[in-house]
C-alpha cells in the first residue's frame, strides 16, 4: 500500500493562530481524505480532498475553518484556523484507491492548543 | 503518551485466548466494511475487510462476521498475542458514498500474558 507521510507529527500551538499539516503520498492516489480524532475517541471525517476543485466537506465542517488543498495526486494540505483548545486532536490524512478498497492512513499530526 | 482509546470499552484477555471484538453499524444500506488496529502513536492500520455480498471472510488469524439483518460486525482474532493489544475501530461505506467511512466508537483489546 502507499506511504503515507504527515507533517508536523506533533504541534503545541497558542490560541487564535493557525496551522497548516501535510500529507505526502509516494504514489499517485485515486482520493484523499482528512479526519479529526478527538482525545480518547474515534474519527470523524471532515472533508474530502478533491484534485484540482474545491474539498467536500461533512456536516459540522466549514472551509473558514479547515481549508483545504490538493494540488496534485500525491500532496494535500489541511490548515486549522483561527484556533481554540478544542481544536486539540489527532488529525489523520488517509488515501483511497477505489470503490472497495480500505483506505490507508498516515500517522496523523497530533494538536495541542493552549 | 496520547489518549487514543482512553475512554473505550476494554476487552481483556489472556495470551493465546481467542478474541471478539463486536461492532454495531448505523446505515442498512452501507455496502463495504473494514476493520481498523491503532496503536498508541500510530494512523489506523488496516486489518480485514468484508462487501455486504459476503457474511464471512477469513484472513491470516482474522475472521470478519457480518449480519446484515442486525447490522451487526465482529472481528475474530484467534489466538491472541501481546502484539494484538491496540484499539480497534470498524467502519461502513455508505452506499454511493464514494469511499466515504464511518467509524464506529472503537473497543480497546488488552492482552494479558
Known amino acids: 500500500s502507499a506511504v503515507i507521510s504527515q507533517k508536523p507529527s506533533r504541534d503545541i500551538c497558542q490560541r487564535g493562530t493557525s496551522l497548516t499539516i501535510q500529507c505526502q503520498v509516494d504514489s499517485q492516489v485515486t482520493m484523499m481524505f482528512w479526519y479529526r480524532q478527538q482525545p480518547g475517541q474515534s474519527l470523524t471525517l471532515i472533508a474530502t480532498a478533491n484534485q484540482g476543485s474545491e474539498a467536500t466537506y461533512e456536516s459540522g465542517f466549514v472551509i473558514d475553518k479547515f481549508p483545504i488543498s490538493r494540488p496534485n495526486l500525491t500532496f494535500s494540505t489541511l490548515t486549522v484556523s483561527n484556533m481554540s483548545p478544542e481544536d486539540s486532536s489527532i488529525y489523520l490524512c488517509s488515501v483511497g484507491q477505489g470503490r472497495w478498497a480500505p483506505q490507508h492512513f498516515g500517522d496523523g499530526t497530533r494538536l495541542s492548543i493552549l | 503518551g496520547e489518549s487514543v482509546g482512553l475512554h473505550l470499552p476494554t476487552l481483556s484477555v489472556q495470551e493465546g485466548d481467542n478474541s471478539i471484538i463486536n461492532c454495531a453499524y448505523s446505515?442498512?444500506?452501507?455496502?463495504?466494511f473494514i476493520w481498523y488496529k491503532q496503536e498508541s502513536g500510530k494512523g489506523p492500520q488496516f486489518i480485514i475487510d468484508?462487501?455486504?455480498?459476503?457474511d464471512k471472510r477469513q484472513g491470516q488469524r482474522v475472521t470478519v462476521l457480518l449480519n446484515k439483518t442486525v447490522k451487526h460486525l465482529s472481528l475474530q482474532i484467534a489466538a491472541t498475542q501481546p502484539g494484538d493489544s491496540a484499539v480497534y475501530f470498524c467502519a461502513e461505506s455508505p452506499s454511493g458514498g464514494y469511499n466515504k467511512l464511518i467509524f464506529g466508537a472503537g473497543t480497546r483489546l488488552a492482552v494479558h500474558p
Open positions: 468484508i462487501r455486504s455480498n459476503m
Open positions: 446505515n442498512s444500506a452501507s455496502d463495504y
